[in-house]
Structures are given as C-alpha cells and as structure tokens.
C-alpha cells in the first residue's frame, strides 16, 4: 500500500498531464510577461511625463490594477465581456489579458521608478562631454535603467507564475488543477496520492521558479552599483 | 516635438533590450513548455482540458439546431468530483454526470465537448452561453432557478450521519448535546443549525479536515451528503453511516441558460424517454457502483424519467 | 594673450515669477588665466558655469567662446561642449562603466577616434593623477576623491579649451579635499584656462589669476587674489570673507 501513491503519478498519463498543465502555465505566464514588459516600459515612461493628465491617468490605472484582486478581475475579463459586450474570449486569451493589465502596471511601476532613480548629473555630464542625448540614452541611462530593471522584472515572472493557479476559474486547466483531478480521481483508492502529487507540483514549481529567482539574484549582484 | 521623438527612441530600444534579455532568460524554459504542451497534446484527447475551443455564441444561448449545425455541444461537467465528473488516469472525462452528458451529444447526433467547472463559476457559464448545459452536480435550489432553467432531476441526494462503531449513532436524536462535524458551506451545516439547534456543529473549512477530526475523535459523528459519507466508511474500517438518509433529499438535474426552454424541453423528453430502458439504473452500474458497491443502493440515489418517488 | 571667453550682459531667470538668479554678468577670460569665482550660498556661481556650456538656458544676453557666439539659437553645443569640459560637486562618473571606460566614452563617441590611439593618453593622465592602477576599478571601488580625480581626466580627454569646476571638492571627506586640489593646481601651472568655482579660500587665494565675487546674480567685485583677500573694496565682499575668517578674529 505504501507505493500506493506514487503509482498514481506515473499510472496512465497522469505524468504527462502534470507536464501539461505546467506547460500551459508556462505560456501563459511567459507570453504575459513578455508583453508585459514592452507595454510596462510604454506605460513607466508615461508615467514620468509630467502632465497632470497623464499622471492622473496613470495613477488611476495603478491603484485600480492594484486594489482589485486579480481574480475579479478574471471574472470581469471572461464573463464580464461576454455578458457586456457580447465579446466571448477563451479562458487562456483572458488570462493573458488579465495577467498583462497586471504585469503592465507593475512593470510600469518599476520603470518609472529605475528612470527616475538615474539621477540628473548623470544626464548632465554625460551631456558636458559632448556626447548626445541619444547617446546619452544608448550608452549611459538605458544600461543602468535595465540592470536596476531586470531583476524585478524577473521577480515579477515568478510572481505570475504563482498566480497561474487562479486561471482554473475562468476554465484554464494548469498543472495545480491537472492535480486535483488526478487526487480527486483517485480518492478512494489511493487517499494518500495528494502527498505525491501535490509534493510532485511543489517541485514543478519549484524547479520553474528556481532558476530565474537565482538568475534575478546573480544579476542583482553582478550589477550592483 | 523633438523631446517627444527623443522619448519614443529611449522607449523601443528600452523595450527591445529587455525583451531581448527576457528572451534568453528564459528560452531554456520556453522550450521545455513546448515539449509538454505537445505531450499533453498527444495525450489526452480533445475534450480535456481544451478550453479554447469553446466557440459558443455571444452571450446568449445557442438554439439547438446551432448545436447540431455546428457538430458539437460544449456541457461544462467538474473535473474533480469521483465518482460524478472526474478524469481518469487516460486524461478522458468519467462519472456518473459525463456519462449522462455522452449520451446526450450522442442522441443529438453531435460530438460533445467538455468544460471543467469549478462549483462558484456554474451560473457564470450559463448566464454567458459559454455552455450549453451544465451537468455538474448541480443541486436544485430555489435560488438558483432564479438565474438558470433546470430540467428534470436525474439524481437525489440526502444527508448522512457517519459515527464509529463503537458509538453508533442511527438516530438524530442520539446526537442531542453531542458534537457534529460539518464541512463550512454544505447543505450539512445549513440543515443541522437551523433544525437541531440542540446538536453541537464543529466546522471545518476543508473537507479533508473533516474525516481527519473524526479519526482523531474531535467530534461524535460527521454528516455530509451520504454519497460521500458511505463511500468513505466503505474505507474506513471502524466506521459506519447510522443514519442514511436525513433531511429533505436535494435534487441534481441538468441546466440550461435562463430562458432556453428549447433545449430544456429537449433535455427533459430525453429523460423521460431514456427512463424506458432504465438509463440511470444502468449509469449507476457502470460509474457509482464500483466506487460504492454494496454501500449505496441505487434506489438512493438514481432518479428515473425525472419522478423522485 | 586674447580673450578666450566673453561673457556680455548675462541674464538669466528660472521661471517667469522667479528672482532673476544672474542680473547682467559681464566678464572676460583670457587664455590660459585662471578665474576663481566665490560668493555666497544662491549668488548664481554655480547657474553661471552651467550657462556657459549650455545645461541652462539663458534668456538674454551672450557667451562667446573664442569667436563662436555661444547664446544663438543654431548652437551647437555638441561641438562646443567638447571645447568646454565640466567637473561637477556630485561624483558624476557612470556608476556601469570602469574608470577606463568612463575616460574612453566621450573620446570614442563624440570625436570618432580610435580606441588604440586614445589608451596611451589615458593612462599617461591617469598617471599623472596617480590613478593607473584603478583602470579597470569600478567607480563604488574608488573613494570621493579618486572618483573627482577620474572625472577631471575624463573632461580633459576631449582636449577642452577651458576648464569649469563647480564646487569639486564640496562633497568630498576633508582628508580627499587636498589631492583633488593638488590636482587643479598642477592643471593651471601647465596653462590651462579654468573657471573654478569654489568655497576653499585658500586655494582660491593660491591658484587664481583674478577673483571674481558674486553676490544676488551679480559679480559685485574683482581683482588679484593679493589685494581681494586682504583688501576687499566692497562692504558684501567684507561680510562675506569675515564668515572664513572666524576663527582668526577669536
């Protein structure tokens, strides 16, 4: 009986499922990110334009994206267009949605926080030097922009990794549902499969999540100032 | 005008770099999704976990000679609840409610298409026609006739009282000053508080808690619907539903976007029809008695032609 | 020697409400002089200095360098910031590049020269600031007064025909104040016309040509450093120079 469980997880497809779900977790999250971060540098530099409209504008989108739990906003996403407009999208395409208003806002935020954290002397001799703004940008703002920038962004992949798991209730199936299910399937013969299982996922994510936090942590060394 | 063309420059070489670096952060992981999303295709078949291809109408529910135009009715079913809607280790959709929900697509001449639903998004999928039916366990309430259209019930349940052997409890009046277990937000919890208010409730918010505190002896006895309960004492040596059946039995019966009394009807004659050769009977056989055996009789649980005797 | 830079009737205002910071400045550099500027917190010393290569806009009034007029609207500051280096009071060196690399910077990408031809140069300055082994050093590895040090050589790569110090030392530990100040020193023995703004008197007293005392937008005195530091004319001068002489009226 002792096997009993882990059995389960190699038994049929069960192991492939998992792979599965995590896949879908994966291109959910990294398609998100990634769009996440060319509009979230669109939306950071928007943010530091000093126009009282824009940043109201800015600011207005942040607290909104930040204040709503992002399964409401889920809900607005797939249901809410549905019911409203008519608009029927598919669970992962609302997801994507969702985690990229998300990702935006965020990313927008530490943006707007590494450019104006370049302090202005440094615009300023770079400029007394003769060298242009448009070299000032290519070669003195935009590298320690990313590099104060780039372990956050990664940091905030890992956190929309994590947050995948809400997708299940807009209809995504990812791999902590594709769990349940194989738990669930099997709850009478194998109780003591969730150990497995969930211990199984736990390592999935751990073993996503891993590198990256120890690459954001490598950079952040590498580059600190 | 030349400080705005400045920006934009900053701007996409900015986000170009970073995708860049983004992009090679992460190919190793890329391409290991790729390798698993192209397993799970191949592995399971097209009604699992494919949300995508969800393509019903824009909100309102689709005629049933759209269903059958467009070869296939998408019916949202739970993906986690053995024996009634769960996925077998072959990723293919089994239960007692799929089972039904097949040979409604086969009837209709159509393939049928699988949603896994969570218990709280149910009514959501109707009121957006993101399904056509759905067949999730779903227990007939006044409140919910309100947002959905029910068809006849196809299954009953009621509550039942689990106790160790040793202190057997076979009738509710045993339990007066005692200690009830009941999982937060079950039907168990409602039932017992408003009509034996004399019995102490120790909830619990997950179920799996709730046999735990049993085993451990936190409480006398434990109620939830007897299909769970007689289910587990069947595996729990030591333990045994006193009490079978208490309580006004629920209803589970199929349903429909509020309003589409096409499909509805439809449902319900096919019930009735399906009643002619004992089709419940049959459905009881092949996906709740191998999980409940001896322990449920099906006169308990299986609704025919949509009449609870 | 001829003039280098000619500043006419400079006038300069931050916003429209604002109290004019310079009120009509007036003065010549000649080549090869070295100009001390002083004056209290808010005189507008520093504003002048950043007016003269163009990080602040001036609204009336010129600036000419040698014979290029610098306050036209075609400027082109590009070219004549090479003309003009700057040393600022923060440690303004690029925090992402090492010390060679910040001396390069300007050398390769504004005048185009090639990287063999410009390395010599670079470490025979950085030799004669005493920095040669800090070459491939970051700047957080060096301290306040190394960084400044760096900082001069890299204004000196572009061969500028005039140097502008804005408080150099101001930020600096007192113990680094000195090998920085040695360094001015040496630059003016060597010829180089400067416009040094500073607070360190005796080292105004020591390396300037002329002094310049400014005081609300306006150079309100100016002479040899001998008869200035001894016998100002003015009584804001007097004021101004009794605050460093605390300590000798005791």
């Known amino acids: 009986m002792q096997d009993l469980g882990i059995r389960v997880l190699f038994e049929g497809n069960n192991f492939a499922r998992l792979m599965g779900g995590l896949g879908i977790t994966i291109q959910i999250s990294l398609l998100s990110v990634l769009l996440s971060i060319v509009l979230g540098v669109l939306f950071g530099v928007f943010m530091t334009l000093k126009n009282p409209v824009t940043r109201a504008i800015s600011r207005v989108y942040l607290d909104f994206i930040r204040i709503m739990p992002q399964l409401v906003l889920l809900f607005i996403v797939y249901f809410g267009l549905t019911r409203m407009f008519g608009i029927n999208l598919s669970g992962e395409v609302s997801a994507v949605i969702v985690f990229v208003l998300w990702g935006t806002a965020e990313m927008g935020d530490l943006v707007r926080g590494a450019l104006i954290s370049i302090p202005i002397h440094q615009y300023e001799s770079s400029y007394a030097l003769g060298i242009s703004k448009k070299q000032t940008y290519l070669y003195i703002i935009i590298p320690q922009t990313l590099r104060r920038l780039i372990p956050l962004a990664i940091n905030l992949t890992t956190r929309m990794i994590k947050t995948t798991s809400l997708i299940v209730l807009i209809g995504v199936v990812e791999v902590l549902k594709v769990g349940q299910q194989i738990i669930e399937a099997n709850r009478y013969t194998a109780p003591d499969a969730a150990l497995w299982i969930y211990g199984t996922i736990f390592f999935l994510y751990f073993l996503t999540c891993w590198p990256i936090s120890k690459l954001a942590g490598y950079l952040e060394k590498k580059w600190k100032n | ?309 | ?250």
């Open chain 3, 1 to 250: 020697m001829k003039d280098l830079l000619t500043i006419q009737d400079l006038f300069k205002q931050y916003n429209k409400n604002s109290d004019p910071v310079l009120k009509g400045i007036s003065l010549t550099v000649k080549e090869g002089e070295v100009v001390v500027v002083i004056g209290p917190s808010g005189c507008g010393k520093s504003t002048l200095l950043r007016c003269i290569n163009g990080l602040e806009p001036v609204q009336n009034g010129s600036i000419s360098l040698d014979t290029q007029v610098l306050t036209d609207k075609t400027t082109d500051w590009q070219s004549i910031r090479q003309k003009i280096g700057m040393v600022f009071q923060s440690y303004d060196l690029f925090p992402h590049m090492t010390v060679l690399d910040n001396i390069l910077l300007g050398p390769l990408k504004v005048q185009k020269r090639k990287k063999q031809d410009i390395i010599p140069e670079a470490e025979a300055l950085l030799t004669r600031v005493g920095l040669l082994d800090k070459k491939d050093s970051y700047p957080r590895e060096l301290s306040g007064g190394q960084k400044q040090r760096v900082a001069i050589v890299r204004a000196l790569m572009m061969k500028p025909e005039i140097m502008l110090f804005d408080e150099v030392t101001a930020a600096l530990d007192p113990e680094m104040v000195r090998e920085v100040l040695d360094v001015i020193m040496e630059l003016a023995k060597g010829g180089m016309t400067m416009m040094i703004v500073t607070h360190e008197m005796q080292f105004a007293k020591a390396v300037a040509d002329r002094i310049l005392f400014m005081d609300h937008g306006e150079i309100v005195e100016s002479g040899d450093p001998e008869s200035f530091f001894t016998n100002p004319q003015t009584e804001r001068a007097k004021q101004f120079l009794n605050i460093f002489s605390y300590e000798s009226t005791q």
């Open chain 2, 1 to 309: 005008m030349k400080k705005a063309t400045k920006f934009l420059s900053l701007v996409l070489s900015l986000a170009l770099i970073t995708v860049l670096f983004a992009a090679c952060s992460t190919s190793n992981k890329a391409s290991s999704a790729s390798e698993a999303s192209e397993s799970k295709t191949t592995s399971s078949d097209s009604s699992a976990s494919d949300v995508s291809e969800v393509k019903t109408g824009n909100g309102t529910a689709r005629s049933l000679d759209e269903i059958k135009e467009s070869g296939k009715i998408v019916i949202g079913v739970f993906s986690d609840k053995a024996p009634f809607g769960y996925i077998d280790s072959q990723g293919e959709y089994q239960g007692y409610d799929v089972y039904f929900a097949r040979r409604i697509a086969k009837d209709l001449g159509v393939e049928v298409e699988f949603v896994s639903l969570e218990p709280s998004s149910r009514v959501e999928y109707l009121e957006t026609a993101k399904v056509d039916i759905v067949l999730a366990n779903f227990t007939v309430t006044a409140e919910r006739a309100e947002v959905v259209d029910f068809a006849l019930p196809y299954m009953k349940v009621a509550l039942g009282v689990v106790s160790p052997d040793n202190a057997l409890i076979t009738d509710v009046k045993d339990l007066e000053g005692k200690t009830l277990i009941v999982a937060k937000g079950t039907t168990a919890e409602t039932y017992f508080s408003e009509n034996h208010p004399e019995i102490n409730l120790l909830k619990f918010d997950q179920y799996t808690e709730t046999f735990n505190a049993l085993i451990d002896g936190r409480g006398d006895a434990f109620s939830t619907d007897n299909t769970e309960v007689l289910a587990w004492a069947l595996q729990n040596e030591g333990y045994t539903v006193g009490i079978e059946s208490i309580g006004n039995p629920d209803t589970i019966a199929a349903a429909v976007q509020k309003g589409n009394t096409e499909l509805l009807n439809w449902i319900n004659d096919e019930i009735k029809t399906l009643a002619d050769e004992q089709f419940f009977h049959k459905n009881f056989e092949e996906t709740l008695a191998p999980v409940y055996g001896d322990a449920v009789l099906p006169e308990n649980l299986v609704v025919e032609g949509g009449v609870i005797e």
